[in-house]
């Protein structure tokens, strides 16, 4: 993906050109609905999060300077919305996981998947939203450090900071899941 | 340097300039060491996580509503038409009507209708006050 051709596009989107912002879409939207998903583990909600991220961005396309790429804006809009979110939840709510069906025939390597899954959903779950954010954004997005922070409206500082405490108390959930022979 | 500033700045881009003392740190530290090894290799478990399966039609809807808020009016819009009865189609002509009736306001109070404002000087000669240089500066 070129970012060049992102920034070609925009300038056609913000002149009004829809079927531009429709490429846009079309390229970023699944990157956007995979990142949330693991924010919120539920598809319902990363979908309505994804949708209203990219109406967000068509409303507010105007007021895009091309300081950070589009990829990036779009995150920010994302991360926002997302953490607005989840900061309304109780917090001691656990992400609810809507785990697609098994794929594979194989049933040991089913519940392999299966508990791996759990696992991961767990250890994200015990992270606040902006610590997960960050830890997201850097192992599932591979976003650079300017850009996680960019995205998170953070200085990489602060980046630095949540992306150790995420990673650390990740380490310490599975641990104690290592220690009891549950992974 | 102590541990956690030492794993924190660890955690950023390699061209930090603190993150050479870092380094030296977590070289003479065991411990920080076995626990940035343990964070890489939680790295990975996290990173064997399947990709979630992108609904087939998500881009198609997301353009779909986009198109439906663009041919919708504004909320605020819409609650006036209602308030004052007044079907979509009237709503550029109610606009027209109020931006006549702004620059007809404009223009008559450019006329004078309100009147011209007195200056500082006059506003105080009413009130018996007395500038020493005879007027406003």
């Known amino acids: ?62 007021g895009f300077r091309g300081r950070a790429s589009f990829k990036t804006w779009l995150y920010r809009i994302a991360t926002n919305l997302c953490i607005n979110r989840l900061s309304r939840q109780k917090p001691n709510d656990p992400l609810a996981e809507d785990l697609p069906a098994a794929r594979r025939d194989d049933p040991e390597e089913n519940f392999r998947q299966r508990t ?4 991961i959903q767990r250890a994200l779950a015990g992270l606040s939203a902006d610590q997960r954010s960050a830890l997201v954004l850097s192992i599932y997005d591979e976003l ?34 290592r220690e009891r022979g549950l992974i | 340097m102590k541990c956690d500033d030492a794993r924190i700045l660890m955690m950023g881009p390699a061209d930090d300039d603190r993150v050479e003392a870092a380094r030296q740190h977590v070289a003479g530290c065991a ?31 997301i353009m779909a509503e986009i198109r439906q808020r663009q041919t919708r009016p504004r909320p605020w819009l819409a609650a006036a038409a209602r308030a004052y009865g007044l079907n979509r189609a009237a709503l ?40 020493p240089n005879g007027g406003d500066q």
């Open chain 1, 144 to 177: 650079s450090h300017e850009e996680i922070a960019a995205a998170m409206g953070r200085s990489p500082a602060s980046v630095n900071m949540l992306l150790y405490r995420a990673r650390s108390s990740v380490r310490q959930f599975l641990a104690d899941a």
């Open chain 2, 31 to 61: 411990e920080c060491r076995a626990e940035l090894a343990q964070i890489a290799a939680d790295a990975e478990f996290l990173r064997r996580d399947e990709k979630p399966e992108i609904p087939i039609d998500l881009g198609t809807r």
């Open chain 1, 116 to 119: 791996r899954r759990e696992y």
């Open chain 2, 92 to 131: 550029p002509f109610a606009a027209l009507i109020l931006v006549a009736v702004g620059l007809w306001l404009g223009a008559a109070l450019g006329r004078g209708i309100v009147g011209p404002q007195p200056s500082l000087s006059e506003r105080l000669a009413q009130v018996g006050v007395e500038l």
């Open chain 1, 1 to 62: 993906m070129n970012q060049n051709d992102d920034g070609q596009l925009v300038a056609q989107a913000q002149a009004g050109d829809l079927p531009a912002f429709d490429e846009l879409v079309r390229r970023h939207h699944g990157a956007v609905y995979c990142y949330l998903y693991r924010m919120c583990r539920n598809g319902a909600d990363a979908e309505e999060m994804t949708q209203e991220s990219f109406v967000k961005a068509w409303e507010g396309l105007m």
